[in-house]
T-cell receptor, first 116, second 116 residues
Framework: DAGITQSPRHKVTETGTPVTLRCHQT?????MYWYRQDPGHGLRLIHY???????DKGEVSDGYSVSRSKTEDFLLTLESATSSQTSVYFC???????????????FGNGTRLTVT | EDKVVQSPLSLVVHEGDTVTLNCSYE??????LLWYKQEKKAPTFLFML????IEKKSGRLSSILDKKELFSILNITATQTGDSAVYLC????????????????FGKGTKLSVIP
């Protein structure tokens, strides 16, 4: 698996509590992404990062924030978890260069989050 | 809004059959189309297509892109039970956010079941 580690692998939390998911890469790739995967919706982009301290929103960013203080780590935070955020969360990385753009995403093994 | 539609949503075949999975798309600033295979965990990369009419091939799997008609197909010949998975199509587009960043829009996937 392309040097990507997600933690924790599973988490159960209560509504209203803050939750942070971590993605760690050893590939020194510039781009990192957070996706959620739900039945009937496929993979949807939450946030992504194109460099240290450089992030942008995806299509389902409400209720989520991210931070990237180092190249290797990309954190996803749910400030106040809701049941609608129960999902499988995937981190992905890419070494896509701005000029060429031709590099596939490689995914971590996912974090299964349940909000009760 | 970028859109990727896969068909069929599910498919059941017998070992040895040949299958064709379809992916159509509507995106702005198209860069590439990618196919992934997802078994129980992370999606794994199969192909990236950027040019029309050029077939990519890997063993029994092959894929081709038609940029004029905005679709791609993934063919699997002589299917095996190990081919059972969800096959995801994703289209990469350039997002003009000042950083020249790229993002993927995924279809909902085709669930392939190969029975002995």
């Amino acid at each position: 698996d392309a040097g990507i580690t997600q933690s924790p692998r599973h988490k159960v939390t209560e509504t209203g509590t803050p939750v942070t998911l971590r993605c760690h890469q050893t590939e020194n790739h510039r781009y990192m992404y957070w996706y959620r995967q739900d039945p009937g919706h496929g993979l949807r982009l939450i946030h992504y990062s194109y460099g240290v301290k450089d992030t942008d929103k995806g299509e389902v960013s409400d209720g989520y924030s991210v931070s990237r203080s180092k190249t290797e780590d990309f954190l996803l935070t749910l400030e106040s978890a809701t049941s609608s955020q129960t999902s499988v969360y995937f981190c992905a990385i890419s070494d896509k260069d701005r000029g060429t753009g031709n590099s596939p995403l490689h995914f971590g093994n996912g974090t299964r989050l349940t909000v009760t | 809004e970028d859109k990727v539609v896969q068909s069929p949503l599910s498919l059941v075949v017998h070992e040895g059959d040949t299958v064709t999975l379809n992916c159509s798309y509507e995106v702005t600033n198209f860069r590439s189309l990618l196919w992934y295979k997802q078994e129980k965990k992370a999606p794994t990369f199969l192909f990236m297509l950027t040019s029309s009419g050029i077939e990519k091939k890997s063993g029994r799997l092959s894929s081709i892109l038609d940029k004029k008609e905005l679709f791609s197909i993934l063919n699997i010949t002589a299917t095996q039970t190990g081919d059972s998975a969800v096959y995801l199509c994703a289209v990469e587009s350039l997002r003009y956010s000042g950083a020249g960043s790229y993002q993927l829009t995924f279809g909902k996937g085709t669930k392939l079941s190969v029975i002995p």
